[in-house]
T-cell receptor, first 118, second 112 residues
Framework: DAKTTQPNSMESNEEEPVHLPCNHS???????IHWYRQLPSQGPEYVIH???SNVNNRMASLAIAEDRKSSTLILHRATLRDAAVYYC???????????????????FGKGTHLIIQP | DGGITQSPKYLFRKEGQNVTLSCEQN?????MYWYRQDPGQGLRLIYY???????QKGDIAEGYSVSREKKESFPLTVTSAQKNPTAFYLC???????????FGSGTRLTVV
């Protein structure tokens, strides 16, 4: 399975932009890049996902490198409520029937613990 | 509002007992998943189901069992064969793999 590498923790100030990096050098052409975040004792929350082009939604932006070997989640104006663990994950996009082995399930590493200072 | 409901939120079990965790979704999602999370760790996939009456083992299926008799429901049984069952269990669903997952709020299981 393609894996991702993220910094263990990052710190930012409230109301400033935050750029969370993710490396995925073994990504395949059909892997989607997903980002989730998790607050303590809660389930992960979907943030954004993309394949090749940069993506924007109400929560964040996702910038994907041209070679797709890295991506950056951008929180444009961090608030205290954005303090969480952020996971960058690859998800295979074959279709409902998988021809190869391996589970259809996102593989979550330890993520990046984002700390927001007031 | 649509979503995933996990119950109970907290569960205590005596050693040697089986226990079933509930997961219900009203999102009309085909695929459902069970994950386990230990303190300070990421999520590990236990079982997943892409369609009713079919399910597949994930990375750590030993000591667990599931069923998928209805599209809306995907209960997880933690059996006495699971050697270290104390953990935070998360259920998720997805319409298909190009879209995001929706997670439940989790069940914290403690073996006493």
């Amino acid at each position: 399975d393609a894996k991702t590498t993220q910094p263990n923790s990052m710190e930012s100030n409230e109301e400033e932009p935050v750029h969370l990096p993710c490396n995925h050098s073994t990504i395949s052409g059909t892997d989607y890049i997903h980002w989730y975040r998790q607050l303590p004792s809660q389930g992960p929350e979907y943030v954004i996902h993309g394949l090749t082009s940069n993506v924007n939604n109400r929560m964040a932006s996702l910038a994907i490198a041209e070679d797709r070997k890295s991506s950056t989640l951008i929180l444009h104006r961090a608030t205290l409520r954005d303090a969480a663990v952020y996971y960058c994950i690859l998800r295979v996009g074959h279709g409902l029937m998988y021809s190869g082995g391996g589970a259809d399930g996102l593989t979550f590493g330890k993520g990046t613990h984002l700390i927001i200072q007031p | 509002d649509g979503g995933i409901t996990q119950s109970p939120k907290y569960l205590f079990r005596k050693e040697g007992q089986n226990v079933t965790l509930s997961c219900e979704q009203n999102l009309n999602h085909d695929a459902m998943y069970w994950y386990r999370q230990d303190p300070g760790q990421g999520l590990r996939l236990i079982y997943y189901s892409q369609i009713v009456n079919d399910f597949q083992k994930g990375d750590i299926a030993e000591g667990y069992s599931v069923s998928r008799e209805k599209k809306e429901s995907f209960p997880l049984t933690v059996t006495s064969a699971q050697k270290n069952p104390t953990a935070f269990y998360l259920c998720a669903s997805s319409i298909e793999q190009t879209y995001g997952y929706t997670f439940g709020s989790g069940t914290r299981l403690t073996v006493v």
